[in-house]
């Protein structure tokens, strides 16, 4: 009896681990940074205390930083493998080879604490490895206290000082930032040159500097009356306290970074939503007035900007998002954006509507940059030209040509690279870029063709209210898209992501009433044909792929599934045929289209 009783015990402990483990789980961080920094020498001091919360089933006995800065310095693996690429980023290039000692960038890490008692720790590059006095269980939390001493680098890539638009400091990346831990493991990549993943929590950051100098980045000010320029309340007294310095006091709720950027001629705009949503404009005021003038004309087409992809993904869940001149182009960041100033209108409103997407798809849909680029680029521009053609009125029938002709030229080339290799890994910039930026955005354009634009429109929704502030994977985004159409996707997700397979489909043979199809290319479609009769009539039909186990709904002639195993489709015709058609939509990134059409074009 009590054996049994035992079983039962142990079976039950056994059933509710197993639940735990399968469970979705992520873990947490909370940042308290006081940041010392002197303008003069690019040198900053910083104290920061972090309480990690272990909310993995798994004990942790090891915890990771990433120290960002140090890839800034000669013979670092960012420097080397910008060397040793095929086409590096022309930003980057030799430069970090030629960097000085008083330009590099470094965090040095002093002194490190768990629960009070230093604990052991090595740097190594871009990671500092820290080994626990205590491992930290399942569902613990541990507080960790670091004292670090830190140099801006000379501004290259993304952040650093001085970058070529005279803007001071671009701090991004700047602090010991603790490594993400989840169902995979670490996730320790170094630093050379791509993207990020990062641990949700809070932040609160007081940054000390010369009084000259406004700041603004992530978070909300808690200082205001004692800050000026353009913070504070008309209706309140300003209370500046005295000294070369002011404390600028940030505090950012549930974020997985936090940013920011100083320089002592910024000017500082907020534009008022209706919503509630402050935006705020930070910019060289010194510029020529034509860029001055686009700061100015931005502002209210970011707040539609907003109003459009809040409506069109999900509510953005802050109360105020800034875009800051700085960095060396364009980059998201939480709750704000760098990107540099000096630009035409279209420019300046195209990355802007770019990096804010951003605030979507990677910083609310927080997916791993670094192993799914794609998910991350992809989709953002997907989702920032449809907002552009909208805001704009461009009114364009596809505003995603210009990827599907990217696409096609690497393949062409024998470039391309599977999206599932690690952001780091691409053999060159251009097959990353081509696959980060317009596979992934052919992914869900794609898609349309395949489930239909409401479908995706509705799917975008539902993945937003699943997976905001969680990091979703692919199979996430692809199950989404499965439950809102009921068509089975696995096959898509697999050879679009994971092969570099391609879509060529051509018009075999066509009789008098008799159409025959063939696939070319090893990846397999449903199929959409537009045929013209010769009494001037036209007649659409679908052919749904077998695999998808579904199909769109569509106002043409549905016909029997076709197999990817067959190479060759016919049907039957009503009518004596004119001319076929394969994909009018040209949303099927079919690698050659001369064979869609009959007769051929001349």
């Known amino acids: 009896m009590k054996r049994n009783i035992l079983a039962v015990f142990v079976a039950i402990i056994s059933l509710q681990a197993q639940a735990f483990q399968k469970g979705y789980w992520q873990q947490k961080v909370d940042y308290t940074m006081d940041i010392d920094v002197d303008v003069n020498t690019y040198q900053y001091k910083g104290k920061q205390k972090l309480v990690y919360t272990n909310n993995s089933p798994d004990e942790l006995t090891h915890v990771y930083y990433h120290l960002y800065f140090n890839a800034f310095q000669p013979n670092s693996q960012m420097d080397i493998r910008s060397r040793n690429i095929k086409d590096p980023d022309k930003r980057v290039g030799d430069r970090i080879s030629k960097l000085s000692p008083s330009e590099i960038g ?28 205590t491992p930290i269980k399942p569902g613990k939390k541990a507080t960790f206290s670091m004292e670090f001493d830190a140099q801006v680098p000379l501004q290259i890539r993304r952040s650093g000082r001085n970058n070529a638009e005279g803007v001071a400091l671009s701090m991004a990346q700047w602090y010991p930032k603790m490594a993400e831990y989840d169902f995979e493991g670490w996730h320790t990549p170094p630093y050379v040159g791509r993207e990020f993943h990062g641990v949700w929590g809070d932040f609160d950051v007081t940054i000390h500097i010369d009084k000259k100098y406004v700041v603004g980045g992530t978070g909300y000010l808690q200082n205001p009356q004692e800050i000026g320029h353009g913070y504070e309340d008309a209706s309140k007294k300003l209370k500046l306290p005295k000294g070369d310095k002011l404390a600028w006091h940030f505090k950012a709720p549930n974020v997985h970074d936090f940013t920011w950027a100083a320089d002592p001629d910024f000017q500082h705009d907020t534009y008022k939503m209706n919503n509630g949503i402050d935006l705020h404009f930070y910019y060289k005021k010194d510029m020529e007035e034509k860029y001055v003038k686009n700061w100015k004309d931005l502002q209210p087409k ?17 109360k105020q998002y800034s875009v800051i001149q700085g960095g060396d182009g364009g980059m998201e960041y939480a709750m704000a954006t760098l990107i540099t100033g000096k630009r035409s209108f279209g420019s300046l409103f195209g990355v802007t509507a770019h990096e804010m997407a951003h605030t979507w798809f990677q910083f609310l849909l927080a997916t791993n940059e670094s192993k799914h680029p794609w998910m991350d680029e992809g989709f953002t521009s997907y989702i920032s030209a449809k907002a552009e053609d909208a805001v704009l009125q461009k009114k364009q029938e596809n505003p995603f040509k210009g990827s599907y002709g990217y696409y096609k030229y690497v393949v062409k080339n024998n470039l391309e690279e599977p999206l599932s290799t690690h952001a780091d890994r691409y053999n060159i910039n251009l097959a990353y870029n081509m696959g980060s930026y317009s596979k992934g955005l052919i992914f869900l354009s794609q898609l349309e063709y395949i489930i239909g634009a409401d479908k995706v429109a509705a799917g975008l929704k539902k993945y937003f209210k699943e997976f905001s502030f969680k990091h979703p994977t692919p199979n996430d985004i692809k199950r989404t898209m499965e439950k809102v159409s009921g068509i089975h996707l696995d096959w898509y997700l697999n050879e679009w992501a994971q092969t570099t397979h391609t879509v060529d489909y051509g018009i075999k043979s066509v009789e008098e009433k008799s159409i025959t199809l063939e696939r070319i290319g090893k990846m397999p479609m449903p199929i959409d044909v537009e045929v013209t009769y010769e009494d001037g009539t036209k007649e659409n039909y679908y052919i ?11 106002q043409a002639k549905k016909l029997e599934d076709w197999t990817w195993a067959h190479p060759t489709y016919t049907f039957k015709t009503s009518k004596k045929v004119a001319s076929v058609i394969i994909d009018t939509s040209e949303l099927m990134a079919d690698v050659d289209r001369s064979n869609n059409m009959y007769p051929k074009e001349k």
């Open 106 to 133: 470094y965090i040095k890490v002093n002194s490190l604490t768990q629960n009070g008692k230093p604990v052991s720790f090595e740097t190594v590059g871009t990671i500092l490895e820290v080994k626990l006095n």
């Open 544 to 554: 749904p792929l077998r695999m998808m186990r579904g199909e769109k709904t569509t």
């Open 302 to 318: 970011t707040a539609e900007l907003m109003k459009y992809f809040s409506e069109h993904v999900g509510q953005y869940p802050y």
